[in-house]
């Protein structure tokens, strides 16, 4: 087949068909030439016409059906795919296309998962409803934080971080991405003892306390550790899904395991970050909340890292929605049966962004705060006692200036974040 044949603007997709939406720069070519190129090479074809071709294989190209500008939908059929085999998807939709000479820049902005696929993938084990039934919380966000130093501390230091953090009022305490056995806090030591603490803060305080340990490593490892954090009783477990790898995300999670999965998504801006060129965050959310990872960071808008509201708001859309509306640069959805991912904001926050974030992405979020608790002049338990506050005061239609007049350590955490 030539490039003309992967082009048909009359086309009407199939409710089978896989959508893509991409944002198309050509290289010295018109958009009509690169589209097809974009098409052939993500589907059947190649740079020649081969004499190995078939008839019968005529009807999997892909199709180039809507040129919008540099807005550009291409729809595969289902047959294209392997079902339940996220990696084999992504190898044809987003693989050779984004080196290919013909284009300047192309990024994939978007995709139409058909319900014949979704139904392959076992996506979230929990939902929202279920981590707040697990978690006990029912009518406000989260408050999350990430042990911190990230990296250095030993284990008992580690485990007394992440207690003070629960007794202060967090209700989710996270390792961070780039800590997983390291000669100086190890796996297995530090995953009991903070279990431990974890068990110490929930009598104390009488509230659920999950600790988020960091399984990345390699698969066999990775689900070995899953296992043990099961046998002691954990809540969740947490993966970085980039590094870690689509197909690894697949075992973790048809591992079955009686735990959420929490899902860090260090390495994405890598791909994500350029508005031209790669990948969007909403696709990788979207990926993750088929494969089934329960929690997803998705970005602050006010925070340390790159992301802005419309962004920030459009992926929080795709991930705890059951149905997704078409706009310029993105595709519908429904979800079907795939649960709900829950959205974490999360990177440079303190208390003071708290009525922000919950203003604009709602109740249904963990608020994660490293630096914004740990830095706290009155230590982590202050730290994390003026996150609580934050929400209370925000929940209550109160500002955190009036509430901090009662309130010291939202006082004084005000007093150094917003000066
Ligand atoms: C947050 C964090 C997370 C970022 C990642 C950090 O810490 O642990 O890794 O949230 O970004 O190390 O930066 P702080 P994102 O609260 O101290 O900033 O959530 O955007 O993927
Ligand atoms: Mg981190």
Redesign the pocket.
């Known amino acids: 087949m030539k490039p003309q044949d992967f082009l048909n603007l009359k086309y009407k997709p199939h409710e089978s068909d896989l959508i893509c939406l991409f944002r198309v720069e050509p290289n010295k070519v018109s958009i009509k030439e690169a589209s097809e190129n974009v098409a052939l090479e993500s589907s059947t074809g190649t740079w020649d016409e081969v004499s190995t071709e078939k008839e019968y294989m005529k009807k999997l190209a892909a199709k180039v059906f809507s040129i919008k500008g540099n807005m550009v939908k291409i729809a595969y059929p289902g047959e294209l795919f392997e079902g339940g085999n996220a990696p084999n998807i992504l190898s044809s939709i987003a693989g050779n296309i984004f080196g290919m000479k013909i284009v300047k820049n192309l990024r994939l902005e978007d995709i139409k998962i058909p319900s014949e696929l979704l139904k392959s993938f076992e996506g979230p084990k929990f939902g929202i409803s279920g981590i707040r039934k697990m978690m006990k919380v029912y009518n406000r966000p989260f408050v999350g ?2 042990v ?1 130093p ?1 990296l250095g501390l030993k284990t008992l230091d580690h485990a007394k971080v992440a207690y003070d953090a629960w007794v202060g009022g967090c209700d989710l305490v ?1 390792d ?2 780039n800590l997983s056995s390291q000669k100086f806090n190890k796996f297995e030591e530090r995953l009991a003892r903070t279990l431990e603490k974890a068990d110490r803060a929930e009598e104390e305080t009488g509230e659920k306390k999950a600790y988020l340990v960091n399984v990345t490593a390699e698969t066999k490892e990775m689900m070995k550790r899953a296992e043990l954090v099961e046998q002691l009783g954990g809540k969740f477990i947490m993966v970085d899904v980039v590094t870690e790898g689509f197909g690894a995300l697949q075992t973790l999670r048809e591992g079955n395991f009686k735990m959420a999965i929490h899902a ?3 390495m ?1 801006a890598a791909f994500t970050r350029n508005p031209k060129h790669g990948i969007s965050m909403n696709v990788l959310a979207e990926m993750v909340r088929l494969i089934g990872v329960d929690t997803l ?4 808008v006010v ?3 790159e ?1 802005k509201l419309s962004e920030v708001e459009e992926i929080e859309e795709e991930i705890e929605k059951k149905k997704v509306k078409e706009a310029h640069d993105r595709l519908s959805q429904n979800w079907g049966k795939i649960k709900s991912t829950l959205a ?6 303190h208390p003071g962004h708290v009525p922000f974030l919950i203003k604009h992405l709602g109740r249904d979020l963990v608020l ?7 830095g706290h002049p009155g230590g982590t338990q202050a730290g994390a006692r003026a996150a609580r506050q934050a929400v209370d005061a925000t929940l209550a239609g109160i500002s955190l200036k009036k509430y901090s007049k009662t309130h010291y350590e939202l006082a004084q955490a005000l007093q150094l974040w917003m000066k």
């Not at 960071?297 to 602050?300: D, F, N, P």
């Not at 974490?344 to 926050?349: A, K, N, Q, R, T």
């Not at 994660?368 to 740990?374: N, V």
């Open positions: 934080t990430i911190k990230k996270k961070d991405e860090h998504r260090a994405h960071h998705i970005g602050t925070g340390k890292l992301g974490v904001s999360s990177g440079g926050l994660q705060m490293g630096g914004g608790i740990h």
